[in-house]
């Protein structure tokens, strides 16, 4: 496609007028790729957690933000112009990539997923199969990029990465809450890096926990779920733990304490409350970390990720997109509905995607 500014396409976005403000429909301006960058046609997107926040929330996890703001993380699409140092991609490829508008670093609506031309770190863009609909493929990229940060990067577990035929590791890794998207993603990683893989779930979503490859799935609603995870894991090395969902990190830092590893935990939940209960483990010799789903983007893990392992995984089956889509609507004026409904919780083993 030329960059000449009259053949640019028209663009349109979810806009953030400003914090706390509601979001309304409206022409946005066609961002061309820098050198190392992406321009996607976005054909779905996703809803996490983080993107249905309370306009009070930003404040406190975002405060950078710049408004008028464009959010979102999650997109698939066609790509549509290539940076001029881009050699990987083409227009039209089918991709998923992780939008990073919200990330300190970036702070552009131009990165924003929720319109529909996307702006995109080439590396952290993965070439996505025939076979997978843009809708089921818009489930993965936050949480992936969550798992892979937490279980990768050095500052976290530094577990082995990877790849499509990875030596086997005599060592379990733990991932409690392994039926959210983040845990969905961990237990695929792990599994694809070489380790037995010991979960936690409720019976609900134990099954589908499995099938992705967890070797043991213990209830995290059950009151001796310690006592059962620390019989189970025995005498092996326990690599590290992800710790994801409210309430998980004591029961991970028990856990730690009483097996034989390295005694570190990642945790998704960043919060006060948790840092505190990550000081007192370390008295006990558990070293936990707390996990920003975008700093794989400035290491080694993002492009181990998304453009050295990814691409072949799903293409070959060995790594699934899950969890499954919930498509709520069609279009940018679907998205508020879709937010509200991420806000209102209740979900299981589903995200609520937006077909574009
Ligand atoms: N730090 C970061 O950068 C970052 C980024 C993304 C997400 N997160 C956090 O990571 C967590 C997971 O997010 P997600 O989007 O992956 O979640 P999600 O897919 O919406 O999680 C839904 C699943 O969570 C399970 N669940 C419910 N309550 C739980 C609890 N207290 N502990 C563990 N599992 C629970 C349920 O399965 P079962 O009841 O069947 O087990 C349900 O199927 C959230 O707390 C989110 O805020 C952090």
Redesign the pocket.
């Known amino acids: 496609m030329s960059t000449n500014e009259h053949d640019r396409p028209h663009n349109s976005a979810l806009w953030m007028p400003k914090r706390r403000a509601r979001f309304e429909v409206g022409p946005a301006s066609y961002t061309a790729p820098g050198p190392h960058e992406i321009v996607v046609r976005a054909r779905a997107v996703a809803v996490?957690?983080?993107d249905a926040m309370a306009g009070p929330a930003y404040r406190v996890v975002v405060p950078w933000l710049r408004y008028p703001a464009i959010i979102g993380s999650d997109v698939a699409g066609n790509v549509v112009e290539v940076g001029s140092s881009v050699t990987g991609f083409a227009p039209g490829d089918r991709v998923l990539g992780h939008a990073m508008a919200l990330e300190k670093s970036q702070n552009r609506a131009a990165e924003g997923a929720y319109q529909q031309y996307v702006v995109l770190m080439e590396h952290m863009v993965s070439a996505i199969p025939e076979s997978l609909p843009f809708e089921q493929a818009s489930v993965v990229p936050?949480?992936l990029?969550?798992a892979a940060?937490g279980m990768f990067q050095q500052d976290h577990l530094g577990l082995h990465l990877p790849t499509a035929a990875p030596d086997r590791q005599d060592a379990v890794v733990l991932v409690?809450?392994?039926?959210?998207?983040?845990?969905?993603n961990a237990t695929q990683l792990a599994k694809n890096a070489g380790y037995d893989v010991v979960a936690?779930?409720?019976?609900?979503?134990?099954e589908e926990v499995r099938s992705l490859g967890a070797d043991a799935v213990i209830d995290?609603?059950a009151t001796d779920a310690v006592e059962q995870l620390v019989r189970l894991i025995g005498d092996r090395t326990l690599a590290g733990t992800m710790a994801?969902?409210?309430?998980?990190l004591p029961p991970c830092i028990a856990v730690a304490e009483r097996t034989t590893g390295t005694r570190r935990v990642a945790s998704?939940?960043?919060d006060p409350a948790s840092r505190i209960r990550g000081r007192l483990a370390a008295r006990r010799g558990v070293h936990v970390s707390?996990?920003?789903?975008?700093t794989l983007k400035d290491n080694e893990v993002g492009p181990a990720v998304y453009r050295d392992f990814l691409p072949g995984a799903l293409a070959s089956g060995v790594f699934r997109a899950e969890?499954k889509a919930r498509i709520v609507g069609d279009g940018l004026a679907a998205l508020p509905d879709a937010l509200a409904q991420?806000r209102s919780g209740g979900?299981?083993?589903?995200?609520i995607v937006v077909a574009l």
């Open positions: 996490n957690l983080v936050l949480t990029s969550t940060t409690w809450g392994a039926a959210t998207g983040v845990g969905m936690t779930a409720s019976p609900r979503t134990a995290r609603t994801i969902g409210r309430g998980s998704s939940q960043p707390y996990i920003w789903g975008g969890p991420v979900l299981s083993a589903e995200k």
